[in-house]
């Protein structure tokens, strides 16, 4: 091994590792909060969202036995819950695309 070899042992290469900024650090741990509180969010709704459910297959086979209406309150808030369940997939889109695009800038 020649002296020139010798000296340059432990570099990798000639150009620095990518690496996020601080402002990008700071946008992907608001990010990653932001996913947590979306799972949180999500299991509650799908559990009431369930729980509705159950009122609705009562309600059903109520109706199905002695002519009971379905009360449209319940699946006025069924409907509410599915919405909002929409409405945090959305949100999860569009933040990994902020995340997987921050990830792309840091990598040129």
């Known amino acids: 091994m020649g002296p020139k070899q010798k000296a340059n042992k432990d570099k990798v290469g000639d150009r620095p590792i990518p690496a996020p900024t601080t402002a990008q650090l700071e946008i992907l741990a608001q990010l990653r909060l932001q996913a947590r509180n979306r799972v ?57 695309g902020l995340e997987l695009e921050i990830w792309r800038q840091v990598g040129e």
């Open 40 to 96: 949180y969010a999500r299991r509650r709704l799908l559990h009431e969202a369930s729980r509705i459910m159950q009122s609705v297959n009562a309600i059903m086979v109520s109706y199905a036995n002695n002519d009971e209406t379905p009360s449209m309150d319940t699946l006025w808030r069924l409907e509410e819950r599915m919405i909002q369940i929409h409405g945090l997939w959305a949100e999860h889109a569009f933040y990994r």
